[in-house]
């Protein structure tokens, strides 16, 4: 292990060389102390998450370059532009990975977090080794972070600074929060199409007010429960934020004798029981925060999928992982909802 | 001593307290830095509940164990071959437990509000060690849990704060929005909640409009702070005329909305830092606006703050301008993992629970109650 002071004339060029060589080397950075190793060798990571204790399946960061930025990582024009006004900055960025780093840097699902630190002495590095470098913290995972070098070798182990083969000392570095990770991977979930549901009868309505929203939902619903169903009723709704999704479940739910609806969106599902009414509980979900297929699974939809029950799907076109089966169970009701203007709404029902 | 559980929502989590101390406490996504799906963990994906409620509650279990501290070595002693078996086989474990349950008085579980299939696997394990082990359940409710937050010691029994009924509580996350005033030891009293959206789920949905993903709170909360928390574009501050202490986000969002469909693609990008300052300000000031409202209506002046948004230092800041504008005290969670979801505030109103002999009488009938309110 040997120090050197950041202010060292050729400290770029010596950590450089330790870099080259497979070392792992302690050096500072915009947040906390770093630990790095060349990303695209095997056995330099090998020894890096040996050092952290790091448990298997837990992405490590990468430092990179404008230069490579785009080599390393899946971007799309959108995400370029955000990209270039994010950094250089306290920030890490998750995309899909290229697999141009070392594959135990990335995540189960193929992704790496990229960090362009607005620090020179990193940007000059990375500039002089042309190739992305660990951008972990100096700790033992689960141990807090260091803004010093006396306080990280305080807590290691002799065997674990052994390890080290390079720290670079830049003093009391000071006390940033370590990066904000920023998550641009798209969802990956089967949005419902046009074509996939056939409906005899569409209704158009105009809302002019919540107010107006909410009669609407309450007449549909009316409408709907003097018809003998035999299913669960589920409303598929469809719509942009802020558009009265949430407004238009409010309705039925007043319909129903239910005060206190609330956005379930954090929760994911809500549900109300119902006296002196045909229907027993209103179940109230929404989709917006879903992005894998197989978070599915612990919603355990089916059982509510019963006779009596009333589903609300509020980003319902999201659904289409389980359409099949909310189709075979209930009686789909499918809203679409989208701005006239900022105050009126274009209401589409089909049913 | 209490062992609690709580899965309402995000995080498996487990604890185990006396009074006022947890003496252990594991959330499921700590013990193992848990980030497989890379990034952010999809929002259900993490409430797998079902598949690590027995890790964690072991790990707890474990956890008390180990600790060198004079409170908790005294029991670890007292457990006959107690710290032997931390480190032997599993095959231990089940005397292991006999052993840990034997200091037990009871099970603490939140029963809501939350997500009912998240709900049901905590109330399940609850019953069941109850009935293994012949303990009593006390239910709690996961807000409750926020309320008590500030007075949560650690196991040394600090920080050594004091209750001064009564209290004006801002309870703040990604899905709840309340404003309580905490009369007395399990009294509550609301006097304003969100209609429609929380705050914390406000601010995540203006991250995704900005293309910033999921969950947004802390990225707007950066993003802001490097533009020195400004406000821009004045967004308006919903139902801040109207007399009530209720809130209303969904206006917001609307003009939110319509404020980005209107913007150039380029110009959205380039100001995303200034977007992002003057929506949480929009929000921020909307909170602090209802509160004061709050404190002229009740007279109350001491203050706190709860709650997963509170972990935001800016709304802090403001929250302790508000406290020093009336000469009142304001708290905020004693720890900084008492912010989000966590065991260990339940057990903690679970001990106030015990105190009053306030246990479920009907177990077998005990259910989740996913839309609860205090």
């Known amino acids: 292990m040997k120090i050197i002071k950041l202010d060292d004339k050729n400290v770029i060029e010596k950590t450089v060389e330790v870099l080259q060589q497979g070392g792992l080397v302690v050096f500072p950075s915009d947040t906390v102390y770093g630990l790095l190793v060349d990303a695209s060798n095997e056995k330099a990571v090998k020894k890096l998450i040996a050092f952290k204790n790091r448990p298997p399946g837990k992405p490590i960061s990468v430092f990179s370059d404008w230069d490579f930025l785009y080599d390393l990582v899946l971007v799309s024009e959108k995400q370029k532009e955000l990209l270039k006004n994010l950094l250089p900055g306290p920030f890490t960025v998750v995309l899909k990975s290229k697999g141009k780093v070392c594959p135990l840097l990335e995540s189960e699902k193929k992704t790496l977090g990229v960090r362009i630190p607005d620090y020179q002495p990193v940007n000059q590095l990375i500039k002089k080794i042309k190739k992305p470098v660990t951008a972990t913290s100096a700790n033992l995972s689960g141990k807090s972070p260091h803004y010093s070098i006396e306080s990280l070798l305080k807590q290691l182990p002799e065997s674990k600074k052994k390890l080290i083969d390079l720290i670079v000392d830049a003093g009391k570095l000071k006390r940033n929060k370590p990066s904000t990770v920023i998550d641009l991977v798209e969802e990956n979930i089967k949005i419902l199409r046009q074509g996939d549901i056939v409906f005899t009868q569409v209704d158009t309505y105009l809302s002019r007010s919540e107010k107006g929203t909410k009669k609407i939902a309450q007449f549909i619903l009316g409408k709907l429960l003097k018809k003998h169903v035999k299913k669960p009723l589920i409303f598929i709704i469809e719509g942009d934020l802020g558009v009265g999704k949430t407004v238009f479940v409010k309705g039925m739910g007043e319909f129903l004798g239910i005060k206190g609806i609330v956005s379930p969106t954090f929760v994911v599902m809500y549900e109300y029981e119902v006296e002196k009414s045909k229907v027993d509980k209103l179940i109230h979900l929404d989709l917006y925060n879903v992005e894998e297929k197989e978070e599915f699974e612990y919603l355990k939809i089916e059982k509510y999928l019963v006779p009596g029950n009333l589903l609300a799907i509020e980003w319902g076109e999201k659904v289409g992982e389980i359409f099949d089966l909310l189709k075979e169970k209930g009686e789909i009701v499918y809203v679409k909802m989208s701005y006239e203007n900022e105050k009126e709404r274009v209401i589409e029902v089909s049913f | ?374």
């Not at chain 2, 908790?72 to 474990?93: F, M, N, Q, Y």
């Not at chain 2, 002229?296 to 929250?319: C, E, H, M, P």
């Open chain 2, 1 to 374: 001593m209490i062992l609690s559980i709580d899965t309402s929502c995000d995080e498996t989590a487990a604890a185990v307290v006396l009074g006022r101390r947890v003496l252990s406490n594991v959330v499921y996504s700590q013990v193992l830095l848990h980030q497989k799906w890379g990034g952010v963990v999809p929002s259900i994906a993490k409430r797998a509940h079902e598949e690590r409620i027995d890790f964690v509650i072991n790990a707890t279990i474990k956890k008390i164990l180990s600790q060198k501290n004079l409170f908790t070595s005294k029991l670890a002693s007292r457990l006959s071959s107690g710290s032997v078996a931390i480190r032997s086989s599993s095959s231990d474990e089940g005397s292991l437990h006999r052993n840990f349950f034997d200091y037990i008085e009871a099970i603490a579980v939140t029963v809501g509000p939350g997500l009912a299939p998240a709900l049901e696997v905590g109330i399940k394990k609850a019953k069941e060690l109850a009935e293994k082990f012949n303990k009593k359940i006390i239910s709690v409710n996961h807000l409750e849990g926020h309320i008590y937050s500030p007075f949560v010691q650690n196991s040394k029994g600090n920080p050594k704060i004091d209750f001064h009924f009564p209290y004006l509580v801002l309870t703040v996350s990604g899905g709840h929005t309340s404003l309580v005033i905490f009369e007395d030891h399990l009294k509550y009293k609301v006097i304003g909640e969100t209609i429609d959206d929380a705050a914390g789920e406000a601010l995540d949905k203006a991250a995704k409009l900005l293309g910033l993903g999921y969950p947004g709170g802390p990225v707007i909360e950066r993003l802001a702070k490097e533009v020195d928390n400004r406000d821009f574009y004045h967004f308006p501050r919903p139902m801040v005329s109207s007399d009530n202490l209720n809130f209303s986000f969904s206006g917001l969002k609307t003009s939110f909305y319509y404020f980005l469909k209107k913007m150039d693609e380029k110009e959205k990008l380039k100001k995303i830092k200034e977007l992002a300052s003057s929506f949480q300000q929009a929000v921020f000031e909307t909170l602090i606006i209802k509160t004061e409202k709050a404190i002229k209506k009740t007279g109350i002046k001491n203050l706190a703050l709860v709650g997963g948004v509170s972990a935001n230092f800016y709304l802090r800041k403001l929250f302790r301008n508000l406290a020093k504008k009336y000469n009142g005290q304001v708290l905020f969670p004693s720890f900084k993992y008492l912010c989000g979801d966590n065991a260990a505030m339940i057990g903690v109103v679970a001990s106030f629970k015990a105190q009053k002999n306030l246990f479920v009488s009907d177990i077998k009938n005990f259910d989740r109650i996913p839309r609860m309110s205090l």
